[in-house]
């Protein structure tokens, strides 16, 4: 059981979201307004609970691909996989010098699947294409991966359907229902599209010290979700075998899912940076220094204390959090920005969109033969020179980068 905040408890619903005969039909444009029953924030992230939240990049020039029926190639080279790429192994597998054991999915059991997308209307930090990613991860798991659309919640804040608008607890509720009752070999299917921020970890679970947080349309009255509850609701409760694949499309989801294994391109596992989030507070101890500033010149050098002592000596070990963190369930997540970047609201293909979200759909469209690694590159290049966020690539265990990916 879980609190939502300011409207007590709730329980696991049975079922998803009650819809129009189960099926997902596209809002007019322009959505109709809430009747007065909602009102939109008026203000994006900083409010709630003292989280740090930074504005996403100004859109990039577009120009780059054109979309009609299906998506086109651009300059940029892809890895090609071989034609014949191994699938993961049906049994249990161990990791040496531990007693913890996982079991990747076969991914040919049930499938479900939770998509968010949140634009913010009428705030001061709108975005522009999460409601566009929203449609487009629908049709594409719809038509590419045969996900039936009665199987599918989509969450936007255009709806005139309360239950289908994006509010923490909707949000809670949803996930619960995307993982009740999981079976080995189901594939669940995740994607958020939406403001992402950070707060103060207060369980000493971060290495970095600072928690991932995303935001509800409703976050000035019910608060974020904090990774935390996320992991607890969405990773733990998962059997050996079950697949839930994540793709966040928001700033600081690094570690949104806090899955204990991230990959660099090389595919081997990458060791926290003790140094990442010094550069700024490095760059105000120079500048306070130059103009005489002692004030701000302590501040950050307070900072940057703060920060190596949260990554070297915090509360506890990496090997600590690894275990808390560790699941025997095959947990992917795909996050369009590290903790200490933001993503872009971009334009692509004539639209409005997310650029996580976007290279996404592309690169598995054009191949859908894919490795963990190919596709965690291929899609880096796709947003090469044109965004300045780098997928991530993170895990629940230890993968083999150079198996087939599926979903």
């Known amino acids: 059981m879980y609190s939502n905040g300011s409207q ?27 009747g007065g029953e909602y009102h939109r924030p008026a203000c994006p992230p900083p409010g709630a609970g003292g989280a740090s939240y930074s504005r996403p990049a100004a859109p990039p020039p577009s120009g780059g691909y054109r979309s009609g029926d299906g998506l ?13 790429l191994p699938p ?6 161990s990791i040496q010098g531990t007693s913890n054991g996982y079991q990747y999915s076969m991914c040919n059991g049930k499938r479900k699947a939770l998509i968010i997308g ?38 936007t804040d255009d709806q005139t359907d309360m239950v289908r608008v994006p509010t923490r607890n909707n949000m809670l509720r949803a996930m619960q229902w995307l993982v009740k009752d999981a079976q080995p070999n189901d594939s669940l299917f995740l994607h958020y599209s939406g403001h992402g921020g950070q707060t103060k970890d207060l369980d000493g679970d971060e290495v970095d010290g600072m928690d991932d947080v995303i935001y509800p349309v409703d976050f000035e009255v019910a608060g974020h979700i904090v990774d ?22 928001s700033c600081h989801s690094g570690t949104v899912l806090d899955l204990p294994y991230t990959y660099s391109t090389k595919g081997v596992i990458k060791e926290p940076n003790i140094w990442k989030d010094v550069g700024q507070d490095g760059l105000q101890v120079v500048m306070g220094y130059a103009t005489g500033n002692t004030g701000a010149m302590f501040g950050s050098l307070g900072n940057i204390a703060s920060s190596v002592r949260n990554r070297m000596g915090g509360s506890r070990s990496r090997e600590e959090i690894i275990q808390m963190k560790f699941s025997p369930a095959d947990v992917v997540m795909l996050s369009g920005s590290k903790d200490n970047q933001t993503s872009a609201d971009a334009n692509e293909g004539g639209q409005a969109a997310g650029a996580m979200s976007y290279s996404f759909i592309k690169v598995l469209s054009l191949q859908p033969q894919q490795t963990y690694l190919s596709l965690l590159n291929n899609m880096r290049a796709e947003l090469a020179g044109k965004y300045t966020q780098r997928p991530q690539l993170s895990s629940s265990h230890p993968i083999d980068v150079n198996l087939q990916f599926i979903m």
């Open 72 to 84: 086109v190639e651009g300059p940029q080279r892809y890895d090609r996989p071989p034609a014949n």
């Open 228 to 249: 935390d509850d996320m992991h607890e609701i969405l990773v733990k409760p998962l059997l050996p075998g079950v697949r839930l694949t994540a793709l966040f499309d």
């Open 118 to 155: 949140i634009n913010y209307n009428g705030t001061q930090n709108q975005l522009r294409g999460c409601i566009n990613d929203a449609h487009s991860i629908f049709n594409f798991l719809t038509s590419r991966y045969g996900c039936h659309p009665d199987d599918i919640v989509l969450l």
């Open 8 to 34: 007590g408890r709730y329980t696991r619903p049975a079922a998803p979201p009650p819809g129009a005969g189960g099926r997902y039909h596209r809002p007019p444009v322009p959505p109709p307004g809430y």
């Open 88 to 93: 993961p192994p049906s049994q249990m597998q």
